[in-house]
């Protein structure tokens, strides 16, 4: 049998990684700010912006608006600029501290669409770097993250709270 150690994960078993309406996207009505212990790089009233705890690549992002919505229908024309407008500097954020060859940028909205989160919108940013799809994703079944998840928050929050 193999073995593959992961004790971060240990938050989202049981759900200590939730937060308001049981979503880990929603924040508190007065958080602000980028917050480590969440993952959150960057919030302000409408969107926030924060590292994916199980990520595709090293450096991948999530963009959401605070209100907890499914869709995009169902955001306002604020929030629909918001997010993109996070999205496009996410992209330029990451391109230029973990320099990624290209970008994945995406929405999966409801369960059928492959979204584990179909209740709260948010965009995916995820860096791609040459062989970031080698033969351990393909073969084994395994993606291989190069950098610790802190040590890539700690490089990117400055940035994106300028």
């Known amino acids: 049998m193999e073995v593959l150690w992961a004790p971060w994960r240990m938050n989202y078993i049981t759900g200590l990684h939730q937060g308001g309406?049981?979503?880990?996207?929603?924040?508190?009505?007065?958080?602000?700010?980028?917050?480590?212990d969440r993952l959150v790089l960057y919030s302000n009233s409408v969107v926030l912006v924060m590292m994916n705890l199980y990520p595709y690549s090293n450096g991948h992002l999530l963009v959401s608006p605070r209100r907890h919505i499914p869709s995009l229908l169902a955001a306002d024309e604020i929030e629909r600029l918001a997010l993109i407008n996070q999205v496009a500097r996410a992209t330029d954020i990451l391109g230029r501290i973990i320099r990624p060859k290209g970008f994945n940028l995406g929405v999966n909205q409801g369960r059928v669409s492959g979204g584990s989160v179909e209740e709260h919108l948010h965009f995916h940013v995820t860096p791609r770097f040459p062989g970031d799809s080698n033969y351990m994703a393909v073969l084994g079944e395994t993606r291989v993250i190069s950098e610790h998840i802190l040590i890539t928050y700690d490089k990117l929050v400055a940035a994106f709270n300028e």
């Open 21 to 36: 309406n049981g979503c880990f996207l929603c924040l508190s009505p007065e958080h602000r700010g980028p917050d480590r």
